[in-house]
């Protein structure tokens, strides 16, 4: 029984330390934007033409903060609202330009918290607990 105490202790440290980092290094970079709102941005780089909804979902927040927080991003000219295929009252949200070049200008920032994060540690390693963890979505899924 300890060691399943001990695995989820630790999961719980490591998201509050990967929360922690992020703002950290996302505060040093001076864009004017948080934490919550570069998360949303990565989001939809690896997903664009999501629904509100489905990037609520990704980013664990309620469709309430995460409009008030795509309409920020919009007046930051960061991204768009783009009428739905199928029903136009449905927003589809993309990112601009100027969101992507900001982006993949992380690149660098995302290289040093790769290597900060798995120092020291085997790549055999890393894919045993890759497979766990992703088990351990999958039951709580």
Do not use: C
């Amino acid at each position: 029984m300890e060691k399943k105490r001990d695995m989820i202790e630790g999961i719980g440290r490591v998201w509050l330390l990967l929360r922690r980092f992020g703002r950290k290094k996302i505060s040093e970079l001076d864009t004017g934007l948080t934490f919550d709102q570069m998360l949303v941005l990565f989001t939809l780089y690896n997903n664009e033409g999501m629904k509100i909804g489905d990037i609520a979902d990704l980013t664990d927040r309620d469709r309430t903060t995460t409009s008030r927080m795509i309409s920020g991003l919009e007046k930051k000219n960061l991204i768009l609202r783009v009428p739905g295929h199928d029903d136009n009252r449905q927003k589809l949200i993309y990112l601009t330009r100027s969101a992507k070049d900001l982006l993949e200008g992380l690149e660098p920032l995302k290289k040093e918290f790769e290597r900060t994060m798995f120092k020291g540690i085997k790549k055999a390693d890393m894919d045993k607990v890759a497979k766990m963890l992703n088990k351990v979505a999958d039951n709580l899924e």
